[in-house]
């Protein structure tokens, strides 16, 4: 069972990675998107009809999965968030744990209680990962943010500095000419 959980994690996240990196998309394709996958959900269900017991429940839970899975998927694309991309990392755990603890009914006793209690853990692994992806996500955009801030500081700190040197050397002349150097150097470093 822990494979199985791996596995589902691990394609979880592989799909999840596929559109992370997405543009946004045109509200005309998220409408299509959207009624495309309720279209799939109701297939994908309609074939769990065939099914009984317990495989007709992990049936429904599955497709129940996917349409959650591609649902968030689909918001993270139209969004493109790190707020959506965070809900659907978030979905995707939730979804692969409804299966798994779908999945554990066909067990009972000890066995039952410990397919549960693994696909709980590959559940609060998969948050936990999201969260620090999203925290690490949002420390990287500030720390850009500062960075970029510094930047623009330090440039404005060293185009004053080097008009006050321009300005000073203007202060040898007189007149007419030294009106021109302080004009010329206000022009050069932006400070008209």
Do not use: W
């Not at 798994?100 to 696909?119: H, I, L, R, Y």
């Not at 590959?122 to 990287?140: G, L, P, S, Y």
């Not at 203007?170 to 010329?184: A, E, F, I, T, Y």
């Amino acid at each position: 069972m822990s494979k199985l959980l791996t596995t589902l994690c691990a394609c979880a996240g592989i799909a999840f990675a596929s559109t992370a990196g997405a543009a946004t998309m045109s509200s005309d394709a998220y409408s299509a998107e959207k009624n495309r996958i309720s279209a799939d959900y109701k297939a994908a269900k309609e074939q769990c009809k065939s099914l009984s017991g317990n495989a007709k429940d992990i049936c429904v839970e599955q497709a129940k999965a996917k349409e959650k899975i591609a649902k968030a998927d689909l918001e993270a694309s139209y969004k493109g968030t790190e707020k959506a991309r965070y809900d659907a990392r978030i979905a995707h755990a939730e979804a692969d744990y409804a299966v798994a603890k779908e999945k554990c009914d066909d067990f009972s006793g000890n066995q039952k209680d410990v397919c549960v209690k693994e696909a709980k853990a590959a559940q609060v692994k998969a948050k936990a990962d999201a969260k620090v992806a999203h925290v690490a996500t949002n420390a990287n955009e500030t720390a850009a943010v500062k960075r970029d801030d510094a930047r623009k500081d330090a440039a404005e700190d060293k185009r004053d500095a080097e008009y006050k040197v321009a300005v000073e050397k203007c202060d040898s002349l007189s007149g007419d000419p030294k009106d021109q150097c302080v004009k010329n150097a206000k022009v050069r470093y932006g400070k008209t």
